[in-house]
C-alpha cells in the first residue's frame, strides 16, 4: 500500500514502512518483492531494514518506525 510518499508493506517481519523515494536517482517506485524493496527505475534492492543490496541501493532507504494498536497503524 502507498500512502503519500511512504509504501506499508506486510511483510514476513512484520509491518514496514519506508519512503517511497528511492534513494539512487529519487523516483517513487519502491516496491515490496521477494520480502525485500525494489525500485523499478534501475533495480534498486534494499532489505527490510533499507540496507543497500546491490550498488543502485548502495545509500540505502529511509525506514519509518511502525506501531500497531489494533487495527490501527501508525507511522511516525
Ligand atoms: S531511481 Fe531507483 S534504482 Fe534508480
Known amino acids: 500500500m502507498v500512502t503519500g510518499n511512504v509504501v506499508v508493506a506486510n511483510t514476513t517481519q512484520g509491518y514496514v514502512a519506508v519512503t517511497l523515494v528511492c534513494s539512487h536517482e529519487g523516483e517513487k517506485r519502491i516496491q515490496l518483492r521477494n520480502n525485500e524493496f525494489y525500485c523499478s527505475a534501475h533495480g534498486a534492492r ?31
Open 46 to 76: 534494499y532489505d527490510l531494514n533499507g540496507k543497500g543490496l546491490n550498488s543502485e541501493g548502495s545509500h540505502g532507504l529511509t525506514i519509518y518506525t511502525i506501531s500497531q494498536s489494533g487495527n490501527i497503524l501508525t507511522i511516525s
